[in-house]
């Protein structure tokens, strides 16, 4: 595949897949349902490995800084999109402190419930900027000569961030929670 937009695109499909596991996890939380902490810690580990360091490591390690060369346009929304990456790291990592806690004491379950409900929806507004801003100023901005040799990039990255393999493995971990918690 030699189109970043392309590449990001499907992992957008994959990352709201998760999202969708998400929501049904917080859903049999908020139920008071009992979620195997396995499940929430396999979702977190999607989170943090897959779109954290492989989806937005590509965006951040390769995407934007050309983009940001290439137009003001493509500088304020790289910024804005990093910014979020960086409000997305913190928020997970409250909120994966939350699951022990959360066994015991309600209102670190309601924490819980409410950060996964606020991750998802952050991270749908998110994707949907991407899909909308990004994508367009990269195809506007970025010659595809260049957008190919972006491409070839993204590849490096995901070898050096995940290795050879994982990506499959996450796509499995995502259809798995999938198949337990969307409803």
């Known amino acids: 595949m030699d189109d970043p937009n392309e590449i990001l695109r499907e992992e957008h499909e994959a990352i709201e897949l998760l999202l969708t596991a998400m929501d049904g ?3 049999r939380i908020r139920k008071k349902d009992q979620v195997p902490e396995a499940d929430l810690e396999n979702a977190f580990i999607v989170v943090s490995e ?3 360091k492989c989806h937005h490591a590509k965006e951040e390690k ?6 940001s060369k290439a137009s003001k346009e493509g500088a304020e929304i790289a910024r804005r999109l990093t910014s979020d990456h960086v409000a997305f790291r913190h928020l997970v990592g409250n909120t994966r ?3 022990p806690k959360a066994r015991e004491d309600k209102v670190a379950r309601s924490h819980l419930v409410k950060n996964l409900d606020m991750y998802t929806h952050l991270l749908r507004e998110h994707i949907a900027i991407e899909t909308s801003d990004l994508f367009r100023e990269v195809e506007r901005a970025i010659p ?9 990039a993204f590849e490096r990255v995901e070898r050096e961030e995940l290795g050879v393999g994982l990506h499959e493995k996450y796509h499995g971990m995502i259809h798995r929670l999938a198949h337990a918690y969307a409803a």
């Not at 390769?62 to 983009?67: A, E, G, I, T």
């Not at 595809?144 to 070839?152: D, G, K, Q, S, V």
């Open 62 to 67: 390769v995407l934007f800084p050309v983009l």
């Open 97 to 99: 402190a939350l699951v």
């Open 25 to 27: 996890i917080a859903e």
């Open 144 to 152: 595809p000569e260049t957008r190919e040799e972006l491409a070839a």
């Open 50 to 52: 897959f779109a954290d």
